[in-house]
């Protein structure tokens, strides 16, 4: 069965940093295809990022420059680096996974973290 | 980027009666390589994470009930609920998976009146 657990969320400054970490069993990060979705508080899913099993790279404009996706292959970890927040980054942020290298749907969800930016 | 639009915003249907929502791409979605339509479609419930439906436009993700069905013409996608159950109560959501950054629909809400 698959799994994957966000953490790392919580209430931070505008202008601070938080690193989301997302952990996966019985499927492997490396090998797949990784993204970052995030939904604000009463509103819709917006895409935030991805990490392909190629290591490329894409960013919503949104965080782009702001914003940093990578891997840990040996801890089979997601991770999602978000610097200069701003409250207009305040969501739950989910962690998803598709099947294959790049360019799939996603098939696997976690519960999601909350991220409040908040002075 | 892609944008991508639903409609209605919102729609209330009766018990086992059909349920349909719409999606536009503002531009193909269609990889001429494989043929395939890269749209997905997704269901939320209320206090949960999105639950994959649909992909390739009209592939149905195994254990999902066959009374979700995807369909397109163009860049035109539907999603029907052949028979509404009150399991249905949700948010759909569309999204291209074609060219980054990998947009979502606004989102439809489904209600039984």
């Known amino acids: 069965e698959v799994q994957l657990v966000e953490s790392g969320g919580g209430l931070v400054q505008p202008g601070g940093s938080l690193r989301l970490s997302c952990a996966a069993s019985g499927f492997t990060v490396s090998s797949n295809y990784m993204s970052w979705v995030r939904q604000a508080p009463g509103r819709g899913l917006e895409w935030v990022s991805v990490l392909y099993s190629t290591g490329t790279t894409y960013y919503a404009d949104s965080v782009k420059g702001r914003f940093v996706i990578s891997r840990d292959n040996s801890k089979n970890i997601l991770s999602l680096q978000m610097n200069i927040l701003r409250a207009e980054d305040t969501a739950v942020y989910y962690c998803?996974?598709?099947?294959?290298?790049?360019?799939?749907?996603?098939?696997?969800w976690g519960q999601g973290t909350l991220v409040t930016v908040s002075s | 980027d892609i944008v991508m639009t639903q409609s209605p915003d919102s729609l209330a249907v009766s018990l086992g009666e059909r349920a349909t929502i719409n999606c536009k791409s503002s531009q193909s979605v269609l990889y001429s390589s494989n043929n395939k339509n890269y749209l997905a479609w997704y269901q939320q419930k209320p206090g949960q994470p999105p639950k994959l439906l649909i992909y390739w436009a009209s592939t149905r993700e195994s254990g999902v009930p066959d009374r979700f069905s995807g369909s397109e013409s163009g860049t035109d996608f539907t999603l029907t609920i052949s028979s509404l159950q009150a399991e249905d109560v949700a948010v759909y959501y569309c999204?291209?998976?074609?060219?980054?950054?990998?947009?979502f629909g606004p989102g439809t809400k489904v209600d039984i009146k």
């Open positions: 999204q291209q998976y074609y060219s980054p950054p990998f947009t």
């Open positions: 998803a996974g598709g099947i294959g290298t790049a360019g799939t749907s996603l098939h696997y």
